[in-house]
């Protein structure tokens, strides 16, 4: 098994990890103000979520350029012509070719980072369910019916809407461009965030217009209750006044197209210069769902979900721009999910099915620019089944906000996200750096596992370097756990196992090593 | 024309500074930026009778409507679903029980028995009184297809009285039972009771109307508020208010009978003759003595005002508001008014003859004036519980019951309709205050609330000791057609809910709602079918994703500004 040389980022100054087993405690104290009801986050600092609806094909938008003839074996029909992929100042790690824009302004500039596989245990693969689930941060299995960010919200300003506006916090808890239906704002008691429809009613309420209406007693009453409801949207007064006091100062923003992901961000990037507290705002971008016609037959580097990708890449980079020459881009951080990627292998319709483990994007001038975790591993033979399997934990980057961006104490992110996940190092104000992190990732591997394709039985060598309580585990290619063979501690060095394969049917299979901070996993093809 | 095709046309912005700084309700104002009018009258109407005509009928004459209720109607032509309305068969008026039994003892009434015939008891006045006003509140709730409920809160304005005043419960619910007797019945004989009625005799001092101390109170409203109105036509003097109120003198209540009742005390009449104005064609009430004085010159009186034109056509006036707009062009008075008016003066005021007429004409389902009512409070509140077909706690649970009456009456006071307690004896300022009339329902402080009302009851409930009245969005969704489909379960709730269609923005706002992104409808369909058949193996997620969705849909719809138009 090949082993990738690891990135060597520019290392951002960091605290050293406390321990060699955990991703280390951040030594400063937490801020017993921070805790204090009413404050805001601290320094005034902003999220944005860019929600990518329908699931994002991960493998069509950061390429692993090391496993191009498997990749292209298992998607001929819509595989990228490698020539034309993009390459970074990463090894091995190229972006679609229409993010030339987000690359120049902000990979290559040094403040974006990009998560590997991103995903959780059992993924689902119901849209429905699988934006519950990343919204509301829940187990695969529990079903809660209340928001990470809803209940971050709760905490920070905890009894709204009861007292709400003050003069501590004026303004929207949170806003969300786009119907407030996602589960991601809803808190124990109530709605925590804003709904703004569409761009053109953000325009309506700024402007007191009432949109159109027909000309008939209806539309006469119709528009004086629209504007009734603009003046009594107890907002309307702080919007408008950030809406005219900010401004916007990027001309790259996309223009002449239907997806209004620019145009969002454009609003957002006005609000926040216009001096709105709004901690988190959510914006989204449509139509992901490339089950056909993903690219153009002729030439895949165009098609459906390039043009996504054009759009997506041209509204943060122009968004990123606007921040900069409005001077608040030291406040703001932005952040790509979906509820899920795509298979491995493409569909006769020139498409792909839902999938489960895919990259994120995270950037702004906080962050640690490079790569976490490795490129997926593309077996050599894949099934329609296959699935990119999880390096990373979706809470773990949640985690990351709310630790690292929003300095909270790690007790408060266990309340919110229901039990301890580790952070990454997603943010400069994370512990540990990219390369420490990456060297801590050499600390459990699969070394070998033989034989691989094999029949009834198969043997794993594994090594951890630092010792601990590992699993083996394994799974089937939709991510439903087949067999837990070990659970328990081991010392340092290398072990092996033999796993009893009778009786499963054959296929690839997803072996996984997991330690408490960290998993790996290889495939393992039964006959 | 149907009516997708009718609101579509001609779509226009309108500048906001004009609307607000304009004085709005006036018409020379409004027909500058209208230019097309409607001249159709009372002849009945002809065009398509279909799902749309119903629901605008039923939304202005029923509350709610449910699902039930506009099946129902469907099923019938224009005048037998009018005729239904107007049938009281089935409509039974049951007086308001003994709720506050388990808490409050009352050795007169058992709990779950009716204390309107109990004694006078000082000590029990505040529950009783507490009961009454939720259960008139309750009225609209058992409204049964049946126009009855819409016609006692028309006349509840018209003839207000604030229980909050009138210091005896029962006679609350007695005032209430003569606008039941008479809503759809006698509009002569109804001003007669209502003469007579205690509580108005209280509210309006009419008790203490004597020969030695005239007040002329009930006089003044019995020709300016009740029969006569304010208009150019109602030319009744200052003399005639007085003389009024010589006629009506003697006439108190009764504190010995249980219920407190009128009586009429002779020696508190002035038996003089009564001489009116050249308006009332110069009549003299002959004054009478003796015991049935005060009734016959009652009568007298009664007949003498009633033969002005102007009472048929303030009150034909009255029920237009009501029904259909508060704006009376020219055009609405010579083709709906006049004729309207005589039909009521050639049926000798039966109330009855005048709305079939004006609920079957061509005026009423005139695409002019559809949509164009912005609900009461009690329409919105009341209506909302019927509509969404919302549990309560059972008939014999009276406390709870009366409680979860009490707290629709409470969101419907806060939402600027105290029903029992109009702000003055003018009604609500929408039936009559120029300029602003229905507009005066949504202000900056009632129009939150009413959202907040309809999101409270959709996602969170009420919780009535223990019981949790809350929407339950299966029970309706269950009822449309399709509603695996996403595009038929939008448009039958947008139809439902809203008396006019949306625009193409609108319905993918809320189709964004359904499937975020554009993913294809089969993920709904999907989702809807594991939701309700527990043999899916996902069901119980489907579940609880696909009631989110529901609500989430539901919510929007209803925070449009659509759905606060009838």
Not at chain 2, 155 to 175: D, K, R, T
Request: proline fraction near 5%.
């Amino acid at each position: 098994m090949k082993r990738r040389s690891f990135i060597k980022a520019a290392a951002a100054s960091t605290v050293l990890p406390v321990s060699l087993n955990g991703m280390g405690v951040k030594s400063f104290q937490e801020s017993a103000l921070l805790a204090a009801l009413g404050k805001r986050s601290a320094d005034g600092k902003v999220l944005v979520l860019i929600q990518l609806n329908g699931g994002n094909d991960g493998l069509n938008m950061v390429i692993p350029l090391d496993q191009y003839s498997n990749l292209t074996k298992a998607r001929s029909n819509i595989v990228l012509n490698e020539s034309k992929v993009l390459k970074t100042w990463v090894d091995n790690v190229g972006l679609h070719p229409e993010l030339s824009e987000l690359n120049n302004k902000l990979f290559e500039a040094k403040k974006m980072s990009i998560v590997q596989s991103v995903g959780y245990p059992q993924p689902n693969f119901s849209h429905f369910r699988a934006t519950d689930i990343w919204m509301s941060a829940s187990d695969s299995n529990t079903v809660l019916t209340t928001g990470w960010m809803g209940r971050y919200l709760d905490k920070q300003y905890s009894g709204f809407p009861t007292g709400y506006p003050n003069s501590t916090m004026p303004d929207p808890l949170a806003i969300q461009i786009g119907p407030l239906v996602s589960l991601g704002f809803m808190g124990p008691n109530t709605n925590m965030g804003m709904a703004i429809t569409n761009p053109s009613s953000f325009y309506n309420l700024v402007d007191n217009n009432a949109g159109s209406v027909p000309s008939t007693p209806a539309g006469d009453e119709l528009a004086y209750i629209r504007l009734l409801a603009q003046q009594t949207n107890q907002y309307a007064t702080v919007i408008k006044a950030a809406a005219s006091k900010g401004t916007n100062k990027s001309t790259l923003y996309p223009t002449g197209t239907r997806m209004n992901l620019g145009e969002q961000l454009k609003i957002v990037a006005k609000l926040i210069s216009g001096g709105l507290k709004t901690p988190v705002y959510m914006v989204s971008l449509g139509g992901f769902d490339t089950h056909s016609a993903q690219v153009d037959g002729t030439d895949t580097t165009k098609g459906s979900h390039a043009d996504l990708m054009a759009h997506l890449s041209q509204s943060i980079a122009a968004f990123q721009d606007d921040l900069e020459l409005l001077g608040v881009s030291d406040r703001v951080a932005g952040m790509t999910f979906s509820e899920f990627g795509r298979r491995i292998q493409s569909n006769a319709s020139v498409g792909t099915d839902h999938g489960a483990a895919a990259p994120l994007f995270v950037f702004g001038d906080g962050v640690q620019p490079g790569v976490i975790g490795n490129n997926p591993r593309i077996p050599t033979t894949t099934t329609v089944n296959d699935n990119v399997p999880m390096q990373f934990d979706f809470r773990q980057v949640y985690a990351s906000v709310l630790k690292d961006w929003f300095e909270l104490s790690s007790a408060e992110v266990k309340s919110i996200l229901g039990t301890d996940f580790n952070t990454l190092p997603i943010f400069k104000n994370n512990a540990a750096s990219i390369e420490d992190f990456a060297d801590f990732m050499t600390q459990i591997s699969i070394a070998n596992i033989f034989p691989n394709p094999a029949m009834d039985q198969s043997t794993v060598q594994f090594r951890t370097d630092g010792g601990g309580r590992l699993k083996l585990r394994l799974y089937d290619p939709l991510g439903n756990l087949v067999h837990e063979y070990l659970d328990e501690e081991f010392s340092v060095g290398t072990q092996e196992y033999t796993m009893d394969l009778r009786g499963l049917k054959p296929g690839n299979y997803i072996l996984q090593l997991r330690s408490n901070v960290k998993s790996v996993t290889e495939v393992l093809q039964k006959l | 024309m149907n009516r997708r095709d009718f609101f579509r046309a001609k779509s226009i912005n309108i500048e906001s500074n004009h609307l607000m700084v304009d004085e709005l309700g006036d018409s020379s104002n409004t027909s500058k930026k209208i230019t097309r009018r409607t001249n159709t009258g009372i002849s009945k109407y002809q065009g398509t009778w279909g799902r749309d005509e119903v629901l605008h009928l039923l939304r202005r004459t029923l509350y709610g409507p449910s699902i039930a209720e506009v099946k129902d109607f469907e099923k019938l032509n224009l005048s037998q679903a009018v005729d239904k309305l107007l049938d009281t068969t089935n409509y039974t008026f049951e007086p308001p029980l003994n709720n506050y039994g388990q808490t409050t003892p009352d050795t007169q009434v058992s709990y779950g028995k009716t204390w309107v015939n109990a004694p006078f008891d000082a000590n029990l006045e505040p529950v009783r009184k507490n009961s009454v006003k939720s259960w008139f509140w309750s009225l609209a709730l058992k409204s049964n297809q049946s126009i009855m409920q819409k016609m006692m809160v028309f006349w509840h304005n018209h003839l207000p009285v604030q229980m909050l005043e009138v210091p005896v419960a029962a006679n609350c619910y007695f005032y209430s039972k003569v606008l039941n007797d008479y809503a759809l019945g006698n509009f002569k004989t109804l001003i007669r009771q209502m003469t007579l009625d205690p509580a108005m005799l209280y509210f309006l001092n009419g008790r203490l109307n004597t020969k030695d101390a005239p007040d002329e109170n009930y006089a003044r409203e019995l020709q300016e508020l009740f029969t006569l109105g304010k208009g150019p036509e109602s030319k009744f003097t200052e003399d005639d208010v007085k003389a009024a109120a010589r006629v009506l003198t003697g006439f108190t209540i009764n504190f010995t009978t249980t219920p407190f009742s009128t009586m009429f005390v002779s020696k508190n009449h002035d038996t003089g003759d009564k001489q009116f104005s050249s308006f009332y064609s110069n009549t003299v009430i002959k004054g009478r003595t003796g015991v049935s004085a005060g009734l016959d010159e009652l009568d007298d009186l009664l007949n003498m005002i009633f033969t002005v034109n102007e009472v048929s056509k303030y009150i034909c006036r009255r029920l237009y508001k009501f029904f259909i707009y508060y704006k009376i062009d020219s055009d609405a008075e010579a083709n709906v008014i006049e004729p309207l008016a005589k039909i009521f003066r050639d049926n000798d005021f039966e109330i009855k003859p005048v709305l079939k007429a004006l609920l079957e004409s061509e005026h009423f389902y005139d695409q002019w004036n559809r949509a164009c009512l912005i609900k009461d409070p009690y329409s919105h509140i009341a209506g909302f519980m019927r509509q969404w077909e919302l549990e309560l706690p059972a008939e014999t649970e009276y406390q709870k019951l009366y409680k979860a009456y009490g707290f629709g009456a409470a969101y419907n006071s806060i939402t600027q309709m105290n029903l029992g307690d109009p702000p003055s004896v003018s009604g609500w300022e929408a039936w009559y205050q120029v300029p602003l009339f229905h507009r005066s329902w949504i202000t900056s402080d009632s129009l939150p609330k009413r959202n907040e009302y309809q999101d409270y009851l959709l996602w969170i409930g009420h919780k009535v000791e223990g019981f949790t009245i809350k929407v339950d969005v299966w029970k309706i969704t269950k009822q449309f057609i399709k509603p695996n489909y996403p595009d038929d379960l939008i448009n039958e709730a947008v139809e439902f809910l809203l008396p006019m269609d949306l625009d193409t923005t609108q319905m993918g706002s809320l189709k964004d709602i359904l499937l975020p992104g554009g993913i294809p409808d089969y993920n709904w369909t999907d989702e809807y079918n594991a939701a309700v058949d527990s043999s899916y193996p996902n069901h119980a997620t489907a579940l609880s994703t696909a009631t989110l969705k529901l609500q989430s849909l539901y919510k929007a719809i209803m925070n449009l500004s659509e759905y606060q138009l009838s």
